[in-house]
């Protein structure tokens, strides 16, 4: 189990590093940062959050 929970970590690492290098990890958080603007998640999450702390 450990095994497995340590080459998952590599290939995530791995994986990560490869999208840093190509600029791909920016160019994917810029495109769910628009995705999550145009459908008003954050006005969502702000008024959900009004909600629950009133």
Avoid: F, P, V
């Avoid at 791995?14 to 810029?30: A, V």
């Avoid at 969502?44 to 009133?54: D, E, M, V």
Wanted: charge should be positive; glycine fraction near 6%.
């Amino acid at each position: 189990h450990i095994k497995k929970m340590n080459k998952d970590a590599q290939m995530r690492a791995t994986i990560n590093q490869k999208l840093i290098e190509t600029g791909e990890r920016e160019r994917l958080k810029e495109l769910l940062r628009s995705k999550l603007n145009e459908c008003g998640w954050k006005d969502q999450l702000k008024a959900h959050s009004l909600r629950c702390g009133s």
